[in-house]
């Protein structure tokens, strides 16, 4: 039986209801609206964590988060971790990366691939004008041979560099390049082929001038804050509110938020246009029968919902839920629309499976992901989201005490713990500053509290919007919940190796401890 290529197109900071087909009528994406035309659109894909790194470390290993390590932002993978696309290497495929790796931190991915990360082509960027001069950076190495004095321009300038051209964006190169490699391939081997973007990534101002144009500000909808929202009294929202690493909450006007959100549903437009071409290199080879395609993002953009910003410790659906289409002519039932519940470390056991490996390797490979191809119905009985000291404060560390916190849902619910924490770090990499420097009520002495979790529940079915907290109220459903989110702590701690070895007597060794 044929292998069928397989291309993931995957964007970065992107919520899930920022397409057309997911019901954003403020921004026109035809190509993508096709592409979920014709292959089913899922509309509960919860990431495994709300930063990049350890999300995307998930997605790569097809493992949890506990299961490859990966907690935190400048987090490195472990060597020993194995990446799909190396088993796909294994059987056969011809693999190729542009853009967007991230599963360690920065300063690792500028000066060392990982050794299982599985590509034959590796043209790294992780941002337009991070690590410019990296050997791996792809985009780079394009701009300054497609135009020495811009690509000067943008090193020095960096994230003040503005409105960026087409021809010269990031988002281009990669589409660009992704073609390139499709019009090229081998045809009697399959291509695996991720093109991975840093938009609507922050900054917001880095998309073409032109094409603030594609988003219709009437339509676009701004933020609409309860009282409860503008001053949050859970620790952990209260501290990411006032000191989150794109400053206070309190610092931006409703003008900044329409800026912000123009730029971000205008990096989205460019998106569309480019992947049109993508998809339309598929059609002209004649292969796009034969390929099977995956969109989806790492994570979303508070955008000011909530009184947030971002990304960080919470588990709003703007920020935890993501865009996933898969499309696969013939396998995947197209134009449905899947209420399943699928997390990004799917990605792993649906392309395995989909490239003829033994199901049953893959299941012993990684246990926790299943193959969502014809998930019209949930693979897990619930979703979760961990954030373990995940993210940074506004000085660039992490916060100091440590932030943790877990989501579960079930489809109907949704419980956010924040678990306390009865120490401060003393990491190097944690921020010098306590948090009462900013106000909150979340300091060390805080954190110890009664040693009693703080939290939200929601009714997802009644109250989609999430602005009724019911931690209070529904006692019952929270245990219920509480029950859930023990059980994938158990079975988190059962899957991973064990770190003990032990001296089992010989059966002549054994004592009889029967007392009748």
Request: hydrophobic letters at 35%; aromatic letters at 10%; charged letters at 25%.
């Amino acid at each position: 039986m044929k292998k069928p290529n397989i291309l993931i197109i995957m964007t970065d900071q992107q919520r899930y209801d920022s397409l057309g087909c997911y019901g954003a009528d403020w921004i026109d994406t035809p190509n993508l609206d096709r592409l979920a035309a014709e292959g089913m659109l899922f509309e509960n894909c919860y990431v495994n964590n709300p930063i990049c790194t350890p999300s995307r470390a998930s997605m790569f290993t097809g493992k949890h988060i506990p299961g490859h390590g990966v907690l935190r932002l400048h987090d490195i993978l472990p060597d020993s971790e194995i990446l799909f696309p190396r088993h796909l290497q294994d059987m056969g495929y011809t693999t190729a990366l542009f853009g967007k790796l991230h599963v360690s931190g920065r300063i690792q991915e500028e000066a060392v691939r990982h050794p299982n990360d599985g590509f034959d082509i590796y043209e790294w960027c992780l941002e337009a004008s991070i690590s410019m001069d990296s050997p791996y950076n792809g985009y780079s190495q394009w701009l300054k041979a497609k135009d020495p004095e811009f690509h000067a321009r943008l090193k020095e300038q960096k994230r003040k560099l503005t409105h960026i051209p087409r021809e010269y964006h990031f988002t281009h190169w990669a589409a660009e390049r992704t073609i390139d490699f499709i019009e090229h391939h081998e045809p009697d081997r399959p291509f695996f082929c991720m093109m991975s973007v840093f938009d609507p990534h922050n900054p917001y101002d880095d998309y073409p001038a032109e094409y603030a144009d594609r988003v219709d500000q009437k339509k676009m909808p701004m933020p609409e804050l309860t009282d409860a929202e503008r001053h949050h009294t859970v620790s952990g929202l209260a501290r990411e509110q006032q000191a989150g690493y794109l400053g206070a909450f309190d610092n931006f006007t409703g003008d900044d938020f329409r800026d912000m959100r123009t730029g971000y549903y205008g990096s989205l437009a460019l998106l569309d246009d480019e992947v049109g071409r993508v998809l339309a290199a598929l059609d002209a080879g004649g292969i796009a029968d034969d390929t099977l395609v995956i969109f989806l993002s790492d994570h979303g953009d508070m955008l000011g919902d909530h009184g947030l910003l971002v990304k960080g410790a919470y588990f709003y659906d703007p920020c935890v839920k993501v865009p996933l289409i898969v499309r696969q002519p013939g396998v995947v039932p197209a134009g449905v629309r899947s209420p399943a519940l699928v997390q990004p470390h799917d990605i792993a056991a649906t392309v395995l499976t989909a490239a003829g490996a033994d199901t049953e390797a893959v299941g012993r490979l990684m246990p926790e992901s299943c193959d969502i191809r014809q998930a019209t119905e949930s693979c897990h009985t619930e979703a979760v989201c961990a954030y373990r000291e995940t993210g940074i404060d506004v000085t660039g560390r992490y916060f100091n005490p440590p932030i943790n916190a877990t989501m579960v849902t079930d489809g109907r619910y949704k419980l956010n713990v924040y678990h306390p924490v009865p120490y401060s770090v003393s990491d190097s990499a944690a921020s010098p500053l306590s948090n009462s420097d900013f106000g909150a009520k979340s300091g060390p002495e805080a954190a110890r509290g009664s040693g009693q979790p703080e939290g939200q529940l929601f009714n997802l079915q009644e109250d989609p919007g999430e602005k009724a907290n019911l931690w209070d109220h529904q006692p019952e459903i929270r245990k219920n919940l509480m029950g859930l989110m023990l059980n994938w702590f158990a079975r988190e701690d059962l899957l991973r190796p064990r770190r003990a070895f032990s001296a089992v007597p010989a059966f002549d060794e054994l004592f009889d401890n029967r007392l009748k």
